[in-house]
């Protein structure tokens, strides 16, 4: 059971790793070109959150694996409940059950709001 998602992690970290490397490449290219049109630059913020979200999975899997290594992979880092399977097998890299997911997406949300509104004052 542990290996399977170990492997999956694996797979899934090499993917990530192959697409970054070869992502950072066009991000050079596409910032050397001096007539930047405002097409190009949608496109670029488009790749650069993308590139931020596989980032941010790249370090989510990397903990994931550490935690297989500290034999608390499966459980979640916040109320210490179990992740249900069906959300591992959906997310391997999970690190919340789904209750306390959806309470730090709600926070970061809010976070969100409040510095856009307080930032555009
Ligand atoms: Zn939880």
Do not use: H
């Not at 001096?34 to 488009?46: H, I, N, T």
């Not at 500290?70 to 249900?84: A, F, L, N």
């Amino acid at each position: 059971m542990l290996d399977n998602f170990k492997n999956l992690l694996s797979e899934k970290r090499q993917e990530l790793a192959e697409k970054l490397s070869n992502r950072e490449e066009i991000a050079i290219e596409r910032s050397s070109d001096a007539l930047d049109s405002v097409q190009r630059s949608a496109e670029r913020e488009y790749a650069i959150s993308s590139l931020d979200r596989d980032w941010q999975t790249l370090k989510d899997i990397d903990l994931a694996l550490e935690r297989m290594e500290d034999g608390e992979y499966g459980t979640c880092q916040r109320c210490e409940e179990e992740i249900s399977p069906k959300r591992l097998k959906a997310i391997p890299w999970a690190a919340y059950c789904i209750t306390c997911q959806e309470k730090i997406d709600r926070e970061r949300r809010n976070y969100r709001e409040e510095f856009v509104l307080s930032d555009a004052a």
